[in-house]
């Protein structure tokens, strides 16, 4: 059986210069959980080995590669993944593995091309005389075929590297920014709606770990919803790795709001609250941040004005990835990361529990502190709640 192989290619890493292999051990760490996690499903066993900003990704034989790339791809800090077939540094060798792996391919296609790269130096074939050679044995192994070097309906990519030569089809572009944990700890505000699992999509990009806190209002919210949240929390960890998820009960504060404060400012006031909250949380937990998933403008409590008296009630930076973004561009996230169809199932949370009909747009933190002070807040937020 010819010996397959996963190839998985460097993103952003290669531009970090001395810290370079401190981001290339995270990533490492983050795909060796990946694989744990396909354990049984995809594949039994493994190993990794590293060279020229390049992962090789050894499966046992009876593995399902194609599947494994793609679940590999979703880890953050990889630009593309690709099954390559493995050869000897022999072109005879190569020339072989080239025509008989990808028999199906060229037999059904009607042009193709080589792409070929030689990165061992000692190779006695550089990259043009690689192409020339391994492109005269297809033709003659499949005289139909064409070549057409700028839209060709396969090519065919040879790569001569330290451990031998890799023969692949085109690459599966992966998810690219930078290792999950390579930059911190964060607190993602984990709402049922589309926008939040996407913040926290587009933070773990950039190299954060997430832990996340839900608000829960029983009797107004029910177990499907907090259910809907362990969900969101399953599908975002293909890209994350794993998310400790807190649950905080919010039914007396919220009543409090609704008792005491007036309605226009009820909004803007309960998510002071959630904020408060989760001040303490992060402490906990050691996270440098919040993020949320206020896109500005969307709705009445994330005007520009709003959002400025909600920070006021963070001791730490507040993160929103998607405040410039409009509801299409975050739903197209939403739908590729797979996280859309559970957002919007049915399952009321916290956020829409006594919705004033007018809330206020613009406002004036005097006020909305004037507001707070008919209430024992900080007895609430000591006191907790069950859920």
Do not use: W
């Amino acid at each position: 059986m010819t010996n397959r192989i996963i190839l998985g290619k460097y993103g952003e890493i290669v531009l970090k210069g001395l810290n370079k292999r401190v981001f290339e051990e995270i990533l490492v760490n983050n795909i060796k959980q990946r694989l744990v996690s396909l354990k049984g499903q995809y594949l039994s066993d493994y190993s990794i080995k590293r060279a020229q900003s390049t992962l090789y990704i050894d499966l046992d034989p009876d593995a399902d590669f194609e599947q494994t790339a793609a679940e590999t791809a979703k880890v953050f800090g990889l630009a593309s993944v690709c099954v390559a077939y493995k050869a000897k540094k022999d072109m005879e060798h190569i020339k072989e593995i080239a025509a008989d792996c990808f028999r199906d391919q060229l037999s059904m296609a009607g042009s193709f091309k080589i792409a070929a790269k030689r990165s061992d130096k000692e190779f006695a074939y550089n990259s043009p005389e690689i192409c020339n050679i391994i492109g005269g044995h297809i033709l003659d192994k499949f005289p139909h075929l064409q070549v057409d070097v700028h839209t060709p309906d396969i090519t065919v990519h040879v790569e001569i590297r330290d451990f031998g030569a890799y023969i692949h089809g085109d690459a599966i572009p992966a998810a690219g920014g930078m290792p999950v944990g390579s930059s911190g700890r964060v607190l993602l505000m984990l709402s049922g709606g589309i926008d939040s699992p996407v913040a926290g999509y587009l933070m773990a990009k950039r190299g954060l770990t997430l832990e996340a806190v839900h608000f829960a209002s029983p009797p107004y919210t029910g177990p499907k919803s907090l259910e809907k949240v362990k969900n969101l929390c399953k599908a975002l960890m293909p890209y994350t790795g794993e998310i400790k998820l807190h649950i905080v009960g919010f039914t007396e504060m919220q009543e409090a709001i609704n008792k005491h404060c007036r309605d226009d400012l009820s909004t803007v006031i309960t998510r002071r609250m959630m904020i408060k909250a989760a001040n303490a949380i992060a402490a906990e937990s050691d996270c440098d941040a919040m993020v949320t998933g206020e896109s500005l403008a969307q709705v009445a409590s994330q005007t520009l004005r709003a959002i400025r008296c909600t920070d006021q009630a963070a001791e730490i930076p507040v993160l929103r990835p998607v405040v410039g973004m409009d509801k299409r561009e975050i739903v197209d996230i939403a739908r590729r990361i797979g996280t859309y169809e559970i957002s919007t199932l049915p399952y009321e949370d916290c956020c829409t529990v006594f919705t004033p009909k007018h809330p206020r747009t613009k406002p004036e933190l005097k006020y909305v502190l004037q507001e707070e002070s008919k209430f024992d807040y900080d007895g609430i937020l000591r006191r907790g709640d069950s859920v």
